[in-house]
Nanobody, 124 residues
Framework: QVQLVESGGGLVQAGGSLRLSCAASGRTFSSYAMGWFRQAPGKEREFAAAISWSGGSTLHADSVKGRFTISRDNAKNTVYLQMNNLQPEDTAVYYC?????????????????WGQGTQVTVSS
């Protein structure tokens, strides 16, 4: 089992930045690939970014590529999502997820553990 707690969400104006953090506890954090997903009201949960167990491989959705960056610090059991040039369409609840594999996945079903989510709201 692994427990995930997100933080860093909030209200920001368009063009602004936020950094989300996801702190993990439980089993060995470095054994898990990690992902960030987001869900806007009335929409399905969608993939944003993922990172392999070592951090050597990352993947970003086309909608966030060039603006968001996922990273991890295995010594701190934490994964981050740096979000720059935020736009109103980025408004959503952002979820951190972990999977029992070292390689990344882009679908929610590929992840076994989820945090409670953190709200990101971008005003125009």
């Amino acid at each position: 089992q692994v427990q995930l707690v997100e933080s860093g969400g909030g209200l920001v104006q368009a063009g602004g930045s936020l950094r989300l953090s996801c702190a993990a506890s439980g089993r060995t954090f470095s054994s898990y690939a990690m992902g960030w997903f987001r869900q806007a009201p009335g929409k399905e949960r969608e993939f944003a970014a993922a990172i392999s167990w070592s951090g050597g491989s990352t993947l970003h959705a086309d909608s966030v590529k060039g603006r968001f960056t996922i990273s991890r610090d295995n010594a701190k059991n934490t994964v981050y999502l740096q979000m720059n040039n935020l736009q109103p369409e980025d408004t959503a609840v952002y979820y951190c997820a972990a999977r029992d594999w070292k390689a990344v996945a882009t679908v929610p079903g590929g992840y076994s553990y989820w945090g409670q989510g953190t709200q990101v709201t971008v005003s125009s």
